[in-house]
């Protein structure tokens, strides 16, 4: 059991040196894989996600609103804004906020573009980050989250982060989506941070138990 124990920290030390998670506003070099993940989903994705296919703008429609993102000022007013999710400099997914309010509200929305990337747990780090600049960027009071009430990869992500459940309704996540039962929970920026803190200091921790491996064998 020990040795496991030691083996996985190792792992562990060893794949957060390789790997570089981090977000940054959606480039124009980022444009294809974005128009591509939502363009390329399967008949189940798409009822998994509870998007409404006959609202699913075109590529053209997508790129234009991209390019229009990228130079609306923060303190204007916008629709939307998206942040890549990327490892090692590459986007492999993003969070949009929507129904943005500056100064005061806007809501999250998450997607790994990577099947091979899902349940790596990059996830959690990627949207923490991606709400941690939401509010910095925005100076917001408030952000919610609201996934397919169905859907258990976003819930459970949200959960394992420990983000408070606070209600369940009908209705439409966004403008793309279809009329459901929809879990919303309350994104607060403190319970973000913590995750943020918790797991720089595990990776802290497990490198110091793996010097001391080292020298001891």
Known sequence: MRLQKIGSEIDFVILSKLIDLSVRPLAAEDFDGFINYWLGLSK?????????????????????????MLVAPDDGVRSFFVLAWCINGEAI?????????????GSIHLHMWRSDLRGKG??????CLAAVEFYKRFKLKRIVCEPKADNPPPNRLL???????????????????T?????RYDIEREIAEDYLLTRASHKNEAGKGSQQIALSS
């Open 44 to 68: 189940a994705e798409i009822e998994r996600l509870g998007i409404a296919i006959d609202r699913l703008p075109s590529a053209a429609r997508m790129r234009c609103d991209l390019e229009a």
């Open 93 to 105: 997914g993003h969070s949009s906020l929507k129904d943005i309010v500056p100064g005061d509200f």
């Open 122 to 127: 990059h996830g959690p780090y990627l949207f």
């Open 159 to 177: 959960q394992r982060i420990g983000f408070p459940l606070i209600s369940t309704r009908i209705g439409r996540s966004s403008e793309l989506s």
């Open 179 to 183: 009329i459901c039962k929809l879990n």
